[in-house]
């Protein structure tokens, strides 16, 4: 998947410490095989840039681009989709292989470390809790979903063909804002929750002509952030976490005059997603927002957590004709709607 990795270090300096993750510039797009091997002719990135499959730092100077990914512990061969090294935590999985990675899932697990998978779980009512005895899913409690100890969320806004009524026919549907939020959470030796730690990816899905604008031009459209502030208390003891994620994506100023044309305005293409964890109960709650437009889903680990579909394009963004004396054709109201947002189940 091709996007803009925006990562940060966790600091403990304060009771509460917020820390927003910002440094944007290094760039990479690749497309990749199930364990992390580049796809011929399909990546590319900036040269400063040192990190690859997963987050992880890629190590090219022996075995070729691509070809050894450093995961803390112990080095990975994508080629073959296995360690160089044995698990430092072989012994509690002696079922597993010590050459094994990603509990041979890639598709679900991404793995910190290269260590042990951790340890939260989903119940069947969709709550998301930390289970310190859990560290696979033959650990969990029936009925439950191990979903290990780093959360991955993906949000993608598209325009859904069979529900478009706009114009061009299908040309303007597919993905128009894409974003992935991994949450990655520490332990101590009794597998409690200490800390956590976040990176992410936000950008704009294709567009007919041109580029997507990363941003909307209406009154409050150029926000881009997301901020995990850790709760502790006086005696250095960690509390949990609050999360928040905002962005925003539109049209081209090409497109938009020929929205504008049309006698259309454009559409706010935006996410927001907020969660909290409290250690004490040890869930995850949270909420995702979305616009009036377009449809929208959001996973976790894989799993669909929720799905919003668009309503009619037509009613939602069409633009009032306005008189202008003389015009030889018909003037719209195509001023931007001020972003709004909306609570998404």
């Known amino acids: 998947m091709g996007c803009q990795r925006l990562i940060y270090h966790q600091k403990y300096t304060s ?12 760039k990479q797009g690749s497309d990749y095989q199930v364990y992390g091997m580049l796809m011929d002719g399909r990546s590319g990135s900036t040269p400063e ?16 681009e691509g070809n050894s990914i450093n995961y803390k512990y112990r080095m990975h061969d994508p080629r073959i989709g296995r360690f160089f090294a044995v698990d430092p935590l072989a012994a509690k999985f002696p079922a597993w292989s010590p050459y094994v990675a990603f509990a041979d899932n890639p598709i679900i ?7 042990a998978p951790q340890d939260f779980v989903q119940k069947e ?40 009524d706009g114009p061009l026919g299908d040309i303007p549907t597919g993905d128009k804002l894409i974003t992935q939020i991994i949450l990655t959470a520490s332990e101590n030796e009794s597998g409690e929750i200490t800390g956590v730690t976040g990176e992410y990816s936000s950008v704009p899905g294709s567009t007919p002509v041109g580029s997507a604008r990363d941003y909307y031009p209406g009154e409050g459209g150029d926000v ?6 850790n709760k502790i208390d006086d005696e250095g003891n960690w509390l949990g976490f609050n999360f928040e ?38 869930e995850l709650k949270g909420q995702s927002y979305t616009g009036i437009f377009p449809s929208s ?8 957590i929720m799905q919003y579909d668009q309503p009619s394009f037509v009613e939602t963004h069409s633009a009032d004709p306005i008189d202008v004396l003389h015009a030889p054709v018909v003037q719209y109201d195509t001023s931007y709607y001020p972003v709004t947002f909306y609570p998404r189940q």
């Open 15 to 26: 009771k509460t410490e917020s820390t927003p993750i910002f440094e944007m510039g290094k």
């Open 49 to 64: 840039y040192r990190y690859g499959f997963q987050g992880q730092e890629k190590d090219d100077e022996v075995k070729g």
């Open 109 to 115: 697990y991404i793995d910190p470390d290269g260590r």
């Open 125 to 164: 009512d969709g709550t998301i809790y930390w289970d310190n005895n859990a560290n696979d899913q033959a650990t969990t409690k029936e009925g439950e979903t191990y979903l290990g100890k780093t959360l991955t969320f993906d949000f993608v806004s598209y325009i859904d063909e069979e529900l478009w």
């Open 224 to 229: 881009d952030y997301a901020l995990i502030t």
């Open 245 to 282: 994620f905002e962005n925003h994506a539109s049209v081209n100023r090409f497109e938009e005059s020929g929205l504008n044309a049309f006698g259309y305005k454009i559409v706010d293409v935006g996410q927001r997603l907020e969660a909290t964890f409290t250690k004490s109960t040890g």
């Open 297 to 304: 889903t959001l996973s976790v680990n894989n799993n669909i």
